[in-house]
């Protein structure tokens, strides 16, 4: 890494050459479901957003149980942006129940869930549900998870992304994870957690920074750059075993990994030749292959889905915009021209929009971009944020941000509309939504 020189910040080594955020106090406003308070906040801006609306019925569950299932279930769906819970005070229904849905319809509930969490005898529990087509009194189907007890958010997960498709038509993300590096008494944690930020676990613990995480095609590996050499080296870590090995370490600086979307090449910036230019890594080993070939600041690769593709961030016609290319270096095009700053290019599985970070004044703020019309739209109105990532049905956004004061982990519909603060570990640092789980 090096310090650009239409960046005259000093080198900072939690940050590419353009990365970092400047941290400015802003003000938001939440509005707090009382059940979901120890789940996240939701803030909602604008209006006229169409949500399917739908209600938890209360479920039978055993006194003392640790997670709160339906809650979590609930919490999922409305932080999906597209479904809005209705409360009720309507009788409790377990899934064994066929229930008179015309008083949840009263209540403009579109859909009704039920069910029940069992305890059984090897202490585990058998976690059940129901869907129902309230408006037109259908059965939607059900299933049922017998699960340990360090398991019940991954079934509330699984059941809100089950309710999520029968709805909407889309595959759900509730249960996949996230990563992200946190910061606090001078330890660098990066943690694997939840979708919903929740359970989150430490992957790595070192006194030194750890930066840009990013997941394996396969969700198994995460490749993320290390201090420890004092220096930036790029590891290649097992989610499940916990090993790691090393992936780059060569002369100079080794950053910003990005993952082939067939999981056989990294591309990561190097400064091999002095200045930082992109490079493709093979896993098993070989010398880097140079892609770029300027004499500025090439960094921050990622793949579009297809493969075909690789957009990145220079510095090539004077200040830092984001450029495509082939994967070989080749037919290079500009893709931002709004702005005379903009970083952080992250694709839509379906490689129809980019999420980026641009600079307004002194503020870092999330955009999104139409590839096809190039039509942009301002996502936040914040001052700080970072490290755009799509969920894997490309229906999400997660990104770092200053808010209320504090660092803070957020989501955001496509639109911008719905945003949640999701629970996170220390000062935050560039999250990555990991794929579908194999």
Do not use: C
């Not at 479920?59 to 609930?74: E, F, K, S």
């Not at 290649?236 to 990994?257: C, E, K, M, Q, Y």
């Not at 793949?303 to 957009?311: I, L, Q, R």
């Amino acid at each position: 890494m090096t310090t650009s020189s239409i960046d005259p910040r000093p080198f900072n080594p939690m940050a590419s050459p353009w990365r970092r955020r400047r941290w400015l106090g802003t003000t938001a406003v939440a509005l707090v479901a009382p059940w979901a308070r120890a789940q996240f906040r939701v803030e909602v801006t604008g209006v006229g957003t169409q949500q399917i609306p739908f209600a938890v019925a209360p479920w039978r569950v055993p006194g003392g149980l640790p997670q709160d299932v339906p809650a979590i279930v609930a919490a999922d769906l409305v932080r999906s942006g597209l479904l809005r819970q209705v409360p009720s005070q309507l009788q409790g229904l377990d899934e064994t129940t066929r229930p008179d849905l015309a008083p949840w319809k009263a209540q403009g509930v579109d859909a009704l869930i039920t069910g029940s969490v069992r305890p059984l005898a090897d202490g585990r529990f058998d976690v059940r549900f129901r869907l129902w087509d309230a408006v037109r009194g259908t059965d939607l189907g059900g299933q049922s998870y017998p699960v340990g007890a360090g398991q019940l958010r991954l079934a509330a997960h699984r059941i809100a992304d089950y309710v999520y498709e029968k709805l909407t038509g889309e595959r759900g993300v509730f249960a996949t994870r996230i990563a992200y590096v946190g910061e606090q008494g001078g330890q660098y944690r990066l943690w694997v957690a939840d979708a919903d930020g929740e359970n989150a676990q430490p992957a790595l613990t070192s006194r030194e920074p750890i930066i840009s995480p990013a997941w394996s095609p396969n969700s198994a590996q995460l490749a993320y750059v290390s201090f420890e050499a004092r220096k930036p080296v790029i590891y290649v870590h097992d989610i499940a075993t916990g090993r790691r090995r090393l992936l780059a370490s060569f002369r100079g600086s080794n950053s910003a990994p990005a993952w082939s979307p067939d999981g056989r090449r990294v591309y990561a910036t190097l400064t091999l030749a002095g200045s930082s230019q992109i490079y493709a890594l093979d896993l098993d080993g070989g010398q880097p292959q140079r892609i770029t070939q300027t004499g500025g600041i090439d960094t921050e690769p990622v793949f579009a889905p297809d493969g075909k593709s690789v957009y990145f961030v220079s510095d090539r016609g004077g200040s830092p915009q984001i450029y495509r290319m082939t994967p070989d270096g080749r037919e290079v095009t500009r893709v931002t021209y709004d702005g005379g700053y903009n970083i952080s290019p992250a694709i839509s599985p379906d490689g129809r929009h980019m999420a980026y970070v641009t600079r307004q004044g002194g503020a870092f703020q999330l955009r999104l971009m139409d590839l096809s019309s190039g039509a942009v739209t301002a996502l936040t109105d914040t001052q700080a944020d970072e490290s755009p990532s799509f969920a894997p049905n490309g229906r999400l956004i997660i990104y770092a941000t200053r808010a209320q004061g504090r660092e803070a982990l957020m989501t955001t519909s496509l639109d911008g509309r719905v945003k949640a603060r999701l629970n996170a570990q220390g000062n935050v640092r560039e999250p990555d939504w990991g794929p579908w789980m194999a």
